[in-house]
Nanobody
């Protein structure tokens, strides 16, 4: 069964940066398109960044210019660099295949200060 282990979240001040990591197991990682999602309190989970098996990236318009998604097929890991963080970026961040399958626990990002 596929498993996602997200990490790298935390408390950050507005304008700050974070780099999230997600180690994937249970699937043949290199043949899957991957994505990052987020869910703020009281809101639906939303897709914010995607990366294909060929490394082609795409981003939600609301966050374009502030995100960089990347992957390391040897480490079976997908990354999300987030810059210029805002209060409204506070959410639990998840990685998944695209389309998504089972969900991991995610990693909490809180923008405060």
């Amino acid at each position: 069964q596929v498993q996602f282990a997200e990490s790298g979240g935390g408390l950050v001040q507005p304008g700050g940066s974070l780099r999230l990591s997600c180690v994937v197991s249970g699937i043949d990682f290199p043949i899957y398109d991957m994505a990052w999602f987020r869910q703020a309190l009281g809101k639906q989970r939303e897709l914010i960044a995607g990366i294909t098996t060929d490394g082609i990236t795409n981003y939600a318009d609301s966050m374009k210019g502030r995100l960089t998604i990347s992957r390391d097929n040897v480490k079976k890991t997908v990354y999300l660099r987030m810059d210029s963080l805002r209060y409204e970026d506070t959410a639990v961040y998840y990685c998944n295949t695209r389309p998504p399958t089972f969900w991991g626990e995610g990693t909490q990002v809180t923008v405060w200060g």
